[in-house]
T-cell receptor
């Protein structure tokens, strides 16, 4: 199993540009989530999904869109990038059946810089 | 709402010394608690978790943590630090069905002094 994969590893954008961060998992996990990591702030939840066709907002959803058309993929879209979105983005997944007691599996991250 | 507080954003210990990283949580229901480790330029890896079984939880790489409900704490310890333990450590809390989101602390960067 490849686990959770993310592309690209690095990205530089100009203010106002749009892009999609890709996330895929091959573990048949229903629950997937996106976090951003900023110095001194830990990881903050952006959006999450409990299954195909179902998404919900996390703690910091503004400026980001998600969709979940398949169990495997959970892309994160930046509609109009801003310097405040410079961060490291992590995708994670876990089985839904165990609820919050099950650990999440994290991808390697995407480092995004917005100029 | 659930929350996590990690005391000390930076901790330095000598090689061979005790490692103690502090985590306090707030939760309105019995929590599930996790410690994750992040090595430089990598993703997060689970160290250990508490899911209401034994209160003393043993994890990978010689780490362990004790759940203390009366103190709302879940501190991470290792008897003897190794150079390879240098990393950032995150404590996290989640709840059961209905509020399954994982909430992280702000992290503690552990430095090992040779």
């Amino acid at each position: 199993n490849a686990g959770v994969t993310q592309t690209p590893k690095f990205q530089v954008l100009k203010t106002g540009q749009s892009m999609t961060l890709q996330c895929a998992q091959d573990m048949n996990h229903e629950y997937m989530s996106w976090y951003r990591q900023d110095p001194g702030m830990g990881l903050r939840l952006i959006h999450y999904s409990v299954g195909a066709g179902i998404t919900d907002q996390g703690e910091v959803p503004n400026g980001y869109n998600v969709s979940r058309s398949t169990t495997e993929d959970f892309p994160l879209r930046l509609l109009s990038a801003a310097p405040s979105q410079t961060s490291v983005y992590f995708c994670a997944s876990r089985p839904k059946i165990a609820g919050g007691r099950h650990e999440q599996f994290f991808g390697p991250g995407t480092r995004l810089t917005v100029l | 709402a659930q929350s996590v507080t990690q005391l000390g954003s930076h901790v330095s210990v000598s090689e061979g010394a005790l490692v103690l990283l502090r985590c306090n949580y707030s939760s309105s229901v019995p929590p599930y608690l996790f410690w994750y480790v992040q090595y430089p330029n990598q993703g997060l890896q689970l160290l250990l978790k508490y899911t209401s079984a034994a209160t003393l939880v043993k994890g990978i790489n010689g780490f362990e943590a004790e759940f203390k409900k009366s103190e709302t704490s879940f501190h991470l310890t290792k008897p003897s630090a190794h150079m390879s333990d240098a990393a950032e450590y995150f404590c996290a809390v989640s709840e059961d069905f209905g509020n399954e989101k994982l909430t992280f602390g702000t992290g503690t960067r552990l430095t090992i002094i040779p």
